[in-house]
C-alpha cells in the first residue's frame, strides 16, 4: 500500500460496535465469493460454518449475522455490477 502512497487509514470505515462482528466475518469471507461468466454471483456460504467455529460464535447469534451478511452481499453485489457497466 504505502509503495502506492495509500496507508491504512486510507481504507478504514466506522463501524457501528453493535455491527462489528458482522463485518469482520464479512471481511474474512473475501475469499469465498462465487463467481459465473456474468462476474460474482454471491458468497459461498459453505464457508460459514467453520468461520462461526472459528470465531466462537454462538448459535443464537448466527441468524442474526447471517442476515447482516445478506445485506452486505447485496450491496457489495450491486456495487460489483453496476461498476461492470
Do not use: C
Not at 48 to 68: T, V
Amino acid at each position: 500500500m504505502a509503495s502506492f502512497g495509500f496507508s491504512a487509514d486510507d481504507f478504514s470505515i466506522d463501524v457501528y460496535p453493535e455491527n462489528e462482528l458482522s463485518v469482520t466475518i464479512f471481511q474474512r469471507l473475501g475469499t469465498q465469493w462465487r463467481y459465473s461468466f456474468g462476474g460474482a454471483t454471491g458468497l459461498d456460504y459453505n464457508a460459514l460454518p467453520a468461520i462461526f467455529d472459528l470465531l466462537g460464535i454462538k448459535k443464537k447469534k448466527r441468524p442474526q449475522i447471517f442476515s447482516d451478511l445478506q445485506i452486505m452481499e447485496s450491496a457489495a453485489l450491486a456495487e460489483i455490477h453496476k461498476s461492470n457497466k
